[in-house]
Each structure stands twice: as C-alpha cells, then as structure tokens.
C-alpha cells in the first residue's frame, strides 16, 4: 500500500479563491489610491493656497455678521451700572464661536450716546481681539458702527 500526502489530495479550489479576493481587494484599493497626486504631476490640482492659513482680514460672511450681531447684543444690553470692570460673556450657538467683552465704556458725543469695547473671538478660525463701537439711532436702535480686528 502507497501512502499520500493529504496536500496533494486537496482541490487546488481553494488556493485559487484566495488568490482571486487578494486580487479583487488589490485592485479596488488601486481605484481609490490612483486620484492621489504623489508626485506632484497634477495639472488639476491649484497649488497656489498651499499653507492652509487663514486670512488675517474678518469676512464680512453671514456667520461673521451673527457675531457681530450677537456681540452687538451683549454689549447693549449690558447693565453698566452693575457691570463696573466685570466682563461679559458672549456665545453665537449658530457659528459656534464665543468670546468675552470686555472693558465697555459709554460716552455722549455731539447727542449720541455709543459704546465702545474689546472683545474675544473664539471661533474655528482661531482667537482673535476685537475693538469696537455700538452707538444708540434715532429710533431707538443700537447699531454696531466698527468692529475691527486688532
């Protein structure tokens, strides 16, 4: 009696299936990695932004205009009186941003009555200090008449 090797027995079946899905699965990936600009050859690809910084100019965008609204907001509606040199927390739950208000002074200028403050930013673009003014309308409203980045 001639004894066999159980591995030459097997179907080469299996082997073959594990080859194929190897192959499949090298493929696939090959889809997803040919997009990728390796070496720097990609005509479609603008190089002309490449640090990723963030300008140092305040977009007037419409999230740069609810802050300014919300900060607006938190410096009017202040009790002065009260206040003394405290600060005045401010947070925009449509931008996310927030930030703190501080040193908030209120003066009367040819029958105006305007407020001016520094305040925080904090929001994805980083933390920045603002400088401002909000002065009191003829109707009754205050408007925001400078905000600018320090």
């Not at 300014?68 to 925009?92: C, F, I, M, Q």
Request: aromatic share 4%; with cysteine; glycine share 10%.
């Amino acid at each position: 009696m001639i004894a066999k090797s159980k591995s030459r027995t097997k179907s080469p079946l299996p082997l073959c299936r594990r080859a194929a899905a190897v192959l499949l699965g090298t493929l696939s990936l090959a889809g997803c990695t040919s997009s990728l600009d390796m070496f720097g050859g990609s005509e479609k690809v603008d190089r002309t932004i490449a640090t990723g910084t963030v300008p140092n100019a305040l977009q007037h965008t419409g999230s740069a205009l609810s802050d300014e609204a919300t900060v607006r907001n938190a410096v009017t509606s202040a009790d002065l009186a009260k206040l003394g040199n405290a600060s005045v927390p401010w947070a925009n739950t449509a931008t996310g941003s927030a930030g703190v208000v501080s040193q908030i002074r209120e003066a009367r200028t040819e029958g105006q009555i305007c407020r001016d403050f520094t305040t925080t930013r904090h929001s994805y673009e980083g933390i920045a200090m603002f400088s401002g003014q909000a002065c009191l309308t003829g109707g009754g409203d205050w408007m925001l008449t400078a905000f600018d980045r320090q």
